[in-house]
């Protein structure tokens, strides 16, 4: 069974930095997508950025690109959003997220789900 961990959520000023981490245990993510989605009070889930662990590649929402950049660390079977320039509007709980099916993470479907982080951005 997937499990993933989600760490490095808190509270940062406008225009600030944070870092978060997805700890995965429970498979073998070759050929996995993995992700990072957000929900804010009131708000409909977004999709946030995506990545192939395999190949590295990635996907952003418009909201992202620019400002925040996801990676991963095969060895350590952890994903990373790294989030620059943060705004009020980002903030949310932020759920790590994976799938055996890239797209189904950038479509917002992706089958296992960490328990979130929540960032708060103040203005």
């Known amino acids: 069974q997937v499990q993933l961990v989600e760490s490095g959520g808190g509270l940062v000023q406008a225009g600030g930095s944070l870092r978060l981490s997805c700890a995965a245990s429970?498979?073998?993510?070759?050929?996995?997508?993995m992700g990072w989605y957000r929900q804010a009070p009131g708000k409909e889930r977004e999709v946030v950025a995506a990545?192939?662990?395999?190949?590295?590649?990635?996907y952003y929402a418009d909201s992202a690109k620019g400002r925040f950049t996801i990676s991963r660390d095969t060895a350590k079977n952890t994903v990373y959003l790294e989030m620059n320039s943060l705004k009020a509007e980002d903030t949310a709980v932020y759920y790590c997220?994976?799938?055996?099916?890239?797209?189904?993470?950038?479509?917002?479907?992706?089958?296992?789900w960490g328990r979130g982080t929540q960032v708060t951005v103040s203005s």
């Open positions: 429970g498979g073998t993510f070759s050929g996995y997508g």
């Open positions: 997220v994976a799938s055996n099916f890239f797209g189904a993470v950038v479509g917002g479907t992706a089958d296992y």
């Open positions: 990545i192939r662990w395999s190949s590295g590649g990635t």
